[in-house]
């Protein structure tokens, strides 16, 4: 897997996990920038890591590319997605990525306490997520996630560790603020191409 489809589905992967009601942890924290590490194990890529600055706001959730490529913007109230990079805007359905959390706001929530811990000096409460949505692609396949919440920053998602079909994808967060971002940072062109819906399960070429 390529680090920029890599650095594409982790932003879906926060993004669409915050489209659950409140009663998700990810729905708590309306705006904030941070940088975030993604690492995961798969068979075809082995060890991977990716680092990436991620920005939201309200409903957007902005994300650079790696390399300085470009940046990816999700539209969490349209379940849209744009890929800006080398001049050219993708535009598509965010939920046709692979992503097992690509759910509805109607979304099925169980929280089960897993402890407590301390990531990055941050005091932070445990808790494993069983998160089924009710209808789309993935309507009734429950997704499995493990979540770090920071106490003295608001129950943010420090970490977090989700089950997908290529092993456990781990994303940590440093440099984290909590005021809102400049707007300006989810502009993305106006003539961007609309590409098609890949189906559940496609893996990104």
């Known amino acids: 897997m390529r680090n920029h489809d890599k650095a594409a589905i982790g932003v879906v992967l926060l993004s669409m996990a915050m489209l659950a009601r409140a009663q998700s942890p990810f729905d708590a924290i309306k705006s904030f920038s941070a940088t975030y590490v993604m690492s995961g194990m798969s068979a075809r890529a082995g060890q991977a890591q990716t680092e990436a600055k991620i920005y939201r706001l309200g409903d957007q959730i902005r994300t650079t590319l790696p390399g300085g490529m470009g940046y990816s913007i999700v539209d969490m109230n349209t379940h849209t997605s744009y890929m800006v990079m080398r001049g050219m805007c993708m535009q598509m359905a965010a939920q046709g990525l692979e992503n097992p959390l690509a759910h509805s706001r109607d979304a099925a929530i169980e929280r089960t306490p897993a402890g407590a811990d301390t990531v990055d000096g941050h005091v932070c409460k445990v808790e494993d997520l069983t998160i089924t949505p009710r209808s789309g692609p993935r309507a009734g396949q429950p997704a499995k996630v493990k ?59």
């Open 147 to 205: 979540v770090w919440e920071a106490q003295d920053l608001n129950g943010f998602p420090i970490k977090t560790e989700t089950q997908t079909a290529q092993g456990t994808i781990t994303m940590q967060y440093k440099d984290i603020s909590l005021a809102a971002p400049d707007a300006s940072l989810f502009a993305h062109p106006d003539n961007c191409r609309q590409m098609p819906v890949m189906p559940a399960g496609a893996a990104p070429h």
